[in-house]
């Protein structure tokens, strides 16, 4: 009885242990229990947002976090980059004696005191305020430097307008302009000039093609958005004149359309009853010199021969009957007589 009286409580003591231990191992295979860890999440850790994977989560959400920072940089505006001809103010804190104002040269570059030529066309001007601060430190002609630039005149920033209009010429841009704006401000079209315009743009090789109506408040679809550096051409538009022994001698404006004999005569006046018929002649010129060729005025107007169509810069010559013209002068007095007529503007 002593024996097992004592031997009681140690089988105890075992058994307790013994299911401790089965306990502990349960509980260790659970799938609910989390372990614990020295570092356990801080309350204000943001909770990952809807579509995100746990392993996006447990990667520090960089792969969300990259899709926000692509659409913000899609978003933003383009800046204005520094180019030719460009005008600008450069200081340089605290070194009065390096202010300096230039002007960007074709080749992109600028004259700069110290640093010589610096190439700093299609830079912003922050990025051209670097460019010139490192120059100037890796010269050790300033230490830690702090660079400033301004632009006095920003040419390449500008809309340019060539061609037929009343004052050619470079106009800074604003923003909301359009194309009837810059034309108002380039003083209007010239008595000459072609509707058929053309706008040429840096991001495009090909330029941008317009037709205008020859009174521009007749048609708005025409009045488009120009950007910063475009460049509006006008031409001259292509004239026939009529001159001579007729009622009203003309240059007349074909923009839109083709102009025959018959046509251009009519819109001259028509010929006076002075005007020698079987020597009407049009006058052409060519790579080789003038050419000329004899019309059957007579006969057209009695319907015996076909109307004849004429191209741009022909000029249709109506000699007066009787007069001492000699052959080899006609072109020469006829070009004569088209540089004093009237310019009118012509709607086939």
């Known amino acids: 009885m002593e024996l097992a009286t004592l031997r009681f409580p140690r089988q105890r003591v075992l058994f307790g242990i013994a299911i401790l231990v089965m306990t502990g191992s349960a509980l260790a295979q659970q799938p609910g229990t989390a372990p614990v ?68 040269s074709n080749s992109g570059e600028v004259y700069l ?28 002609f300033v230490r830690n430097p702090h660079v400033t630039i301004f632009v006095d005149e920003a040419t390449s920033q500008g809309i340019t ?23 108002s401000l380039a003083g209007g079209f010239t008595n000459s ?17 317009i037709d205008l109506p020859r009174n521009l ?26 001159v001579g022994d007729v009622g009203r001698p003309s240059g007349l404006l074909v923009d839109n359309g083709t102009l025959t004999v018959l046509q251009a005569l009519a819109l001259a006046g028509g010929t006076n009853h002075t005007a020698k018929m079987n020597a009407v002649r049009i006058i052409r010129k060519g790579p080789n010199g003038a050419t000329e060729t004899l019309v059957q005025l007579k006969k057209m107007l009695e319907a015996k021969a076909p109307d004849v169509t004429l191209q741009a810069d022909d000029i249709l010559f109506i000699p007066v009957s009787g007069a001492k013209v000699a052959a080899a002068r006609t072109a020469e007095a006829a070009f004569a007589m088209a540089t004093s007529v009237g310019i009118y503007a012509v709607h086939p």
């Open 161 to 183: 307008i060539l061609g037929e209009v009343g004052k050619p010429g470079i106009y800074p841009d604003l923003p909301g302009h359009k194309l009837y704006d810059v034309i």
């Open 217 to 242: 408040a007749d048609d708005l679809s025409g009045n488009v958005d120009v950007l910063p550096g475009d460049t509006i051409t006008v031409p001259r538009a292509p004239i026939i004149y009529v």
């Open 113 to 140: 005191p110290l640093v010589d030529y610096v190439h700093i066309a299609g830079l912003t001007q922050e990025e051209a305020q670097s460019v010139i601060e490192k120059r100037l430190e890796d010269g050790g």
């Open 37 to 104: 860890v020295s570092n356990p999440t801080p309350a204000t850790q943001s909770v990952p947002e809807a579509g995100v994977t746990p392993d996006q989560a447990a990667s520090g959400g960089q792969q969300s976090a990259s899709k926000p920072k692509e659409q913000t940089e899609a978003a933003a505006p383009d800046i204005a980059k520094l180019g030719p001809g460009d005008l600008i103010d450069m200081s340089v804190y605290n070194v009065p004696e390096l202010t300096t104002k230039a002007r960007i």
């Open 193 to 209: 000039s072609s509707r058929k315009i053309a706008i040429i743009r840096r991001s495009s090789r090909d330029p941008i093609r």
